[in-house]
């Protein structure tokens, strides 16, 4: 009888543990940094569809979209029903959401490339001063040797 009764408990606790496990997945899908978390089936395809699109090289090389691009080079990505900038999924895949006012700029400089160490967010208004930044750096010619 006794040990009946400790199996209910058992259960019950594990019960509990799956209610709070699953209450705890939803909450780290909108915490910012999900990326070692497998939320769901859905984002993890989003995840594996996108780094298959991707040539991983090492942590601080760039990571080159291999799939399609924008005019400007940007890579191509269907995502949540839309074609947008490969460099913003990447963040928000590895980062978590952007806020609609923020650019994902990159401090490489070279526009395919989706490795999150190489991307940082900014305003538009950062975005015309970094390209302003790079262009005016350019026209100055090479660093003194
Ligand atoms: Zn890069």
């Known amino acids: 009888m006794s040990k009946r009764k400790k199996w209910l408990i058992r259960t019950e ?3 509990r543990f799956a209610i709070i496990a ?3 997945l939803e909450a780290a899908s ?20 996108f ?12 990571w080159n979209w ?12 269907g995502y949540k029903g839309k074609s947008v900038g490969a460099h913003r999924v990447s963040w928000e895949l590895h980062k978590g959401p952007i ?7 990159h401090k490489c400089d070279n526009p395919p490339c989706v490795n999150p160490r190489h991307l940082f967010l900014g305003t538009a208004a ?7 930044a790079k262009g005016r750096s350019n026209r ?3 660093p003194k040797q």
């Open 22 to 24: 699953s209450s705890l």
């Open 99 to 105: 806020h609609d006012d923020l650019w994902v700029l």
């Open 51 to 62: 780094l298959s699109k991707v040539e991983i090289l090492g942590p601080d090389e760039c």
């Open 66 to 77: 291999q799939a399609g691009r924008f005019k400007k080079g940007y890579g191509r990505f």
């Open 140 to 142: 100055t010619g090479r």
């Open 30 to 49: 909108s915490v910012v940094d999900v990326s070692d978390i497998r939320v769901s089936a859905k984002s993890t395809n989003v995840r594996e569809r």
């Open 126 to 132: 950062d975005n015309n001063a970094d390209s302003f």
């Open 13 to 15: 606790k594990g019960t």
